[in-house]
């Protein structure tokens, strides 16, 4: 069983900026692929960027060019960088942790973008 665990949420002013962090338990991480994902009220649960084992990155649309994402595979962290946040990104922040076709999830962090 691997565990995740989220950290970083908050409040933070439109235009502002955060850096979640997420670790995934088990010796194994860097085979992970680690996704965070994110869900607003009344909206389904979406991508917004994942990185593979062999570090391939994808992102959303809607966050290119302002969000990063990385891992540490020394620490078994992956983290996402937030510039230039929106209202429109808040939302709880979700990360995931893949691992021979099994998903494990953490709770989620709230992230609060204010205008």
């Known amino acids: 069983q691997v565990q995740v665990v989220e950290s970083g949420g908050g409040l933070v002013q439109a235009g502002g900026s955060l850096r979640l962090s997420c670790s995934a338990s088990?010796?194994?991480?860097?085979?992970?692929?680690m996704g965070w994902y994110r869900q607003a009220p009344g909206k389904q649960r979406e991508l917004v960027a994942r990185?593979?084992?062999?570090?391939?990155?994808n992102y959303s649309d809607s966050v290119k060019g302002r969000f990063t994402i990385s891992r540490d595979n020394a620490k078994n962290t992956v983290y996402l960088q937030m510039n230039s946040l929106k209202s429109g990104d808040t939302a709880v922040y979700y990360c995931?942790?893949?691992?021979?076709?099994?998903?494990?999830w953490g709770k989620g962090t709230l992230v609060t973008v204010s205008s």
């Open positions: 088990g010796s194994m991480f860097s085979a992970y692929a």
């Open positions: 995931g942790a893949t691992y021979y076709g099994m998903d494990y």
């Open positions: 990185i593979t084992s062999g570090g391939r990155i």
